[in-house]
């Protein structure tokens, strides 16, 4: 059962870095800020999602893990609230 997790929290893991970096790809590539502001608030809510979720069998108890899902809920409530002021200040400064 402890390589069954072993792999889950490897696998998970992995994706959220992928996400990241694709993230990062897309903070790099993409025209204007807009779109850059969306692919990363997008990839990087979903990487931290997964790396979190890979690290929660390896939580020591339920309250390590509620720390981690909480942490989770607050960067993206956090990373939503300041990408749409963000979004907001550069539609009003395109007018």
């Known amino acids: ?10 696998a998970a893991i992995g994706a959220g870095v992928f996400f ?4 990062t790809v897309g ?8 779109t850059r502001l969306h692919a990363l608030s997008k ?4 990487g931290l999602g997964l790396i979190v979720l890979g690290l929660l069998p390896r939580a020591d108890s339920a309250l390590a893990a509620f720390k981690l899902v909480l942490i989770w ?6 990373g939503a609230s300041t990408a749409q002021l963000i ?5 009003r400064g395109q007018k």
């Open 20 to 23: 990241f970096f694709a993230g």
């Open 87 to 91: 979004g907001r200040a550069l539609r």
């Open 1 to 10: 059962m402890s390589a069954l997790f072993d792999l889950f929290s490897f």
């Open 27 to 34: 903070l790099i590539r993409f025209p204007d800020s807009l």
């Open 43 to 46: 990839a990087d809510n979903l």
């Open 73 to 78: 809920a607050l960067v993206l409530a956090s």
